[in-house]
């Protein structure tokens, strides 16, 4: 099976840190995930990479960046760390050719900024 | 603007009986639609998926219903068993979408009583 493993399950980090989080998938996948889960909104994607050193935005990336530096490793920065970026992180990847757009995700990453 | 909407927060429903969970979609270039399932902690799972081009997937206890004129697809769940308890989110992915995005609906929390 696919294992994709997120560094922390939880973090708690002070306003205006600069704070990784990183996701490692073992799987050869081509496309991994950063999505946030909050109450009341669902899942909404942050950034998504297709390949090593391709990013794309998704629908609230204000306030995050991304690096993929290798196709097994994709992590989430957040710049300067607010309040409402308490949330829950999770990471998913998927290869390009998998069932029907199927993730596989991470078991999560529960920051609190203070 | 929400693509995917799941309108009921929750659900509850006796142990035995049927669950039915249902989303909504606005985009008519969907071409599949996924359900997850998701319990504390932990990552979401995949549960069934349908193409646009069928009505009905069927998996065990589980079958997606999907009416394409209503742009709605439900989930149900028969027998329904306490193990269930979960937040289901349903999820849709477009043609030609590079990197196989999924559109996540608000998720809805099912909670089966013994």
């Known amino acids: 099976d696919v294992k994709v493993t997120q560094s922390s399950r939880y973090l708690v980090k002070r306003t205006g840190e600069k704070v990784f989080l990183e996701c490692v998938q073992d799987?050869?996948?081509?496309?991994m995930f950063w999505y946030r889960q909050d109450p009341g909104l669902g899942l909404r994607l942050i950034y998504f990479?297709?390949?090593?050193?391709?990013?794309e935005k998704g629908d609230i990336p204000e306030g995050y960046s991304v690096s993929r530096e290798k196709k097994e490793r994709f992590s989430l920065i957040l710049e300067s760390a607010s309040t409402n970026q308490t949330s829950m992180y999770l990471c998913?990847?998927?290869?390009?050719?998998?069932?029907?757009?199927?993730?596989?995700f991470g078991s999560g990453t529960r920051l609190t900024v203070v | 603007d929400q693509q995917v909407k799941q309108n009921s927060p929750s659900l509850s429903v006796q142990e035995g009986r049927i669950s039915i969970l249902n989303c909504d979609y606005t985009n008519s270039m969907f071409d599949y639609f996924l359900w997850y399932k998701k319990y504390p902690a932990e990552g979401p799972t995949f549960l069934i998926s349908?193409?646009?081009?069928?009505d009905k997937n069927e998996d065990g206890r589980f079958t997606v219903f999907l009416n394409k004129s209503a742009k709605h697809l439900s989930l149900h769940i028969v027998p329904s068993q306490p193990g269930d308890s979960a937040v289901y989110f349903c999820a849709a992915s477009g043609a030609g979408n590079q990197g196989g995005k999924l559109i996540f609906g608000q998720g809805t929390e099912l909670s089966v009583k013994p």
């Open positions: 990479s297709y390949d090593v050193k391709m990013k």
């Open positions: 799987m050869d996948h081509e496309n």
């Open positions: 349908i193409s646009s081009i069928k």
């Open positions: 998913a990847s998927r290869g390009a050719r998998d069932r029907p757009y199927g993730y596989t």
